[in-house]
Each structure stands twice: as C-alpha cells, then as structure tokens.
Nanobody, 122 residues
C-alpha cells in the first residue's frame, strides 16, 4: 500500500501564494508518477499538474500554466505544488495522487491523498 498525506492548504487573498506538500509512505518507488488534481463544489475533479518521480518531465493544465509549479524531493518522498498569483477560481479541494506514469486522467492514478482545502478570497 501507498499512503499520501497532504498539507499546506489554507485561506489566502487573491494574488497571494501557497505551497502544498504531499508526503508518500509505504511501498513507494522512484518510478511512480505524481499528480495534483482539484475539485470545486458541484464540479468534477480536474487535472492540475503531473510529474515523474524519476525524471524532470512536467505537465500543467492551461488554467494554471505559468502560475503553478510542481516539483519533487525524492529523498523525502515528497511532491510539492507551488501556487502563485492565486485567483478566486482556484478555490477547491486539492488532491495529490500516485500512479505508474504521468497522465491527465484521474483514472490512471491508483493512490490518492485525503485532500486539502484551498480558499482564495477576492
């Protein structure tokens, strides 16, 4: 089993920044890809960003490109999502996920964190 524990969510003003963290434990391998997804009330969970554990490849949703940065620290088995220039429409529960390869499809990820709330005020 793989367990994912998220932290870093909170309330910020528009234009502010937050850094989300996701720490993996259990059967974790460097080949695991990691992703960030978010879900606003009444909407489907949507792709935000993804990164390979063993490489430097990253992908972003168009809505966050240029504002968010996904990164990793394999020694600590941690994935980060640095969120800058936050907008009210970024308000959502943010989830991290682990899977066999990078993907924009939530169905490709087998393990999920509990989610952390991000609220951006206007």
């Amino acid at each position: 089993q793989v367990q994912l524990v998220e932290s870093g969510g909170g309330l910020v003003q528009a234009g502010g920044s937050l850094r989300l963290s996701c720490v993996a434990s259990g059967r974790t391998f460097s080949s695991y890809a990691m992703g960030w997804f978010r879900q606003a009330p009444g909407k489907e969970r949507e792709f935000v960003a993804t990164i390979t554990w063993s490489g430097s490849s990253t992908e972003y949703a168009d809505s966050v490109k240029g504002r968010f940065t996904i990164s990793r620290d394999n020694a600590q088995k941690t994935v980060y999502l640095q969120m800058n220039s936050l907008k009210p429409e970024d308000t959502a529960v943010y989830y991290c996920a682990a899977g066999p390869r990078t993907s924009r499809d939530r169905g490709r990820y087998g393990y999920w964190g509990q989610g952390t709330q991000v609220t951006v005020s206007s």
